[in-house]
């Protein structure tokens, strides 16, 4: 059973950074496209970032410039690290795995910015 289990979550204050991980238990993860999706209270999951298998980023409108995801094959973990957090960003933050029709999700990692 595949599973991707997120960590690095936690409760910060307005302008620290955070490092959030994912750990995969895929076989071939190096070509699946790995991404960082969010949920805030009362709203839809929305795209973060994505790192494709050759490496190549992509990154949602609000995320850019603060948000910087990356990948380490050898270790099956897809990283996002995010700076100068606001209280914006507060929400359950989601690994994704995709494979053309496989897809799969972790449970999320809260991350609760406040002062």
């Known amino acids: 059973q595949v599973q991707l289990v997120e960590s690095g979550g936690g409760s910060v204050q307005p302008g620290r950074s955070l490092r959030l991980s994912c750990v995969s238990s895929?076989?071939?993860?190096?070509?699946?496209?790995m991404g960082w999706y969010r949920q805030a209270p009362g709203e839809r999951r929305e795209l973060v970032a994505l790192?494709?298998?050759?490496?190549?980023?992509d990154y949602a409108e609000s995320a850019k410039g603060r948000f910087t995801i990356s990948r380490d094959n050898n270790k099956r973990t897809v990283y996002l690290e995010i700076n100068s957090l606001t209280p914006d960003d507060t929400a359950v933050y989601f690994c994704n795995a995709r494979y053309f029709t496989l897809d799969y999700w972790g449970q999320g990692t809260q991350v609760t910015v406040s002062s």
């Open positions: 895929i076989t071939g993860f190096g070509v699946y496209t």
């Open positions: 790192i494709t298998r050759n490496g190549t980023t």
